[in-house]
C-alpha cells in the first residue's frame, strides 16, 4: 500500500515562492505518473500539474503555466512542486496522487492522494 506525504507548504505574501514535495513509499514510484491537484474553501479539487514517470512529459493547468514547475527524483520517490509568483488565488490545500489509470493525466485517474499541505498567499 502505497503513501504520499506532502510537505513544505506555508504562509507567504504575493509574489513569493514555495516548493512542495511529496514523498512516497510503499510502491515502486518510478513507474507511475504523478500529480499535483488543490483545492480552495468552498470549491471542489482541481488539476495544478503532472509528472510522467520519467519526467519525458509534464502537464499544466493554464492557470500555473509558466508560474509553477513539477519534477521529480526516482532515486528519492520524490516529486515536488516549485511554485513562483504565488497569488493569493493559489490559496488552497495542495494534494499529491498516484495516477494508477490510463488516460489523461488532467482526469481523474488518480489514487492514493496525501493529506495534503496548506498554502496560503497573502495580498
Known amino acids: 500500500q502505497v503513501q504520499l506525504a506532502e510537505s513544505g507548504g506555508g504562509l507567504v505574501q504575493a509574489g513569493d515562492s514555495l516548493r512542495l514535495s511529496c514523498a512516497a513509499s510503499?510502491?515502486?514510484?518510478?513507474?507511475?505518473?504523478m500529480g499535483w491537484f488543490r483545492q480552495a474553501p468552498g470549491k471542489e479539487r482541481e488539476f495544478v500539474a503532472a509528472?510522467?514517470?520519467?519526467?519525458?512529459?509534464?502537464y499544466y493547468s493554464d492557470f500555473v503555466k509558466g508560474r509553477f514547475t513539477i519534477s521529480r527524483d526516482n532515486a528519492k520517490n520524490t516529486v515536488y512542486l516549485q511554485m513562483n509568483g504565488l497569488k493569493p488565488e493559489d490559496t488552497a490545500v495542495y494534494y499529491c496522487?498516484?495516477?494508477?489509470?490510463?488516460?489523461?493525466?488532467?482526469?481523474?485517474?488518480?489514487?492514493?492522494w496525501g493529506q495534503g499541505t496548506q498554502v496560503t498567499v497573502s495580498s
Open positions: 496522487a498516484v495516477k494508477t489509470s490510463s488516460g489523461s493525466y488532467y482526469g481523474p485517474n488518480y489514487d492514493t
Open positions: 510503499g510502491r515502486t514510484f518510478s513507474s507511475y505518473g
Open positions: 509528472i510522467s514517470p520519467s519526467s519525458n512529459n509534464k
